[in-house]
């Protein structure tokens, strides 16, 4: 073998090399796109809805049948200050009320008061009524 065959040996094989290199790399590239389209995507209100509390969830879905489009807006900037940090305290439906009505979204959530009467939660209208519960027929023992 000459001198230049050596040369040009050397030169095929750093290029084979460099070869290698690039189809690996486009290999995992390709790996990394692959496991972004399969892996499940996390919506704004599901991050939302990890972080609700005690009746949380019942004064979204009031919200977002009251007020679609805005809700949608106010999810997507709270879960946004979620998954950076700024909030990482549960919110509750009081919490999340509260937030929906300082920024104008004035949502109307169903509420009843319920007070004890002889052992029995009975609502207060029932109870200004001066009404009382109707107990169910049980089975007649005797």
Not at 62 to 88: C, D, H, R, W
Not at 111 to 119: A, F, L, P, R, S
Request: glycine fraction near 8%; hydrophobic fraction near 35%.
């Amino acid at each position: 073998m000459t001198e230049e065959d050596k040369e040009l040996e050397l030169l095929k094989a750093k290029r084979l090399l460099e070869m290698q290199k690039n189809i690996s790399q486009k290999q995992k590239i390709e790996d990394l796109k692959a496991r972004k389209q399969t892996s499940p995507q996390i919506t704004p209100r599901e991050v939302v809805v990890k972080q609700l509390g005690y009746r949380g969830l019942e004064v979204l879905e009031t919200a977002e049948a009251q007020f679609p489009a805005e809700t949608a807006l106010v999810v997507s900037k709270l879960a946004e200050l979620i998954m950076s940090g700024e909030i990482n305290e549960i919110i509750d439906g009081g919490k999340l009320l509260a937030l929906f009505r300082s920024v104008g979204i004035r949502v109307k959530v169903q509420t009843t008061i319920k007070v004890e009467q002889d052992g029995k939660l009975v609502s207060w209208s029932d109870k200004l009524k001066g009404e009382t519960p109707k107990e169910e027929p049980g089975p007649e023992t005797g």
